[in-house]
């Protein structure tokens, strides 16, 4: 069934959220964004989301040069995170990837996280 702007948010989900702790090292998010093909993995702490790591920040960890056997994730973890509620239209997470200048979106569900869309996701949605 064709997906379209005024369908909800969660229809672009496709899989389990990928997370990680604050304490874990760059070394292991990057691991776990090779092993499931992501580019982007929600911290958690003792908050439902304490932050995101995105293929961004890995980047700019090495153009820093730093050791990615001991930064950890807290180190570079963008906290200020947007977020997106599952039962939102996609036109407006569309919005917020033009308007943010981000690439990825977790996707709630009351204060669970229960996947990321990504830009990548709306190509295919066509317009009522």
Wanted: charged letters at 25%; hydrophobic letters at 45%; glycine letters at 8%.
């Amino acid at each position: 069934m064709p997906t379209n702007e005024t369908d909800p948010v969660e229809r672009l989900v496709s899989g389990p959220v990928v997370e990680a702790h604050t304490d874990d090292t760059l070394t292991r998010i990057a691991e776990l964004m090779i092993e499931d093909s992501i580019g982007l993995v929600v911290i958690r702490d003792q908050n439902p989301i304490a932050g995101v790591v995105s293929e961004r920040d890995i980047v700019a960890a090495v153009a820093d040069g730093v050791d990615f056997d001991s930064e950890r994730a807290a180190d570079v973890m963008s906290i200020e995170t947007v977020t997106i509620d599952a039962a939102a239209p996609i036109s407006e997470a569309r919005q917020m990837f033009m308007d943010g200048g981000i690439r990825h979106l977790p996707v709630t569900n009351g204060e669970k996280v229960i996947g990321v869309i990504s830009m990548r996701d709306l190509l295919g949605v066509g317009s009522d």
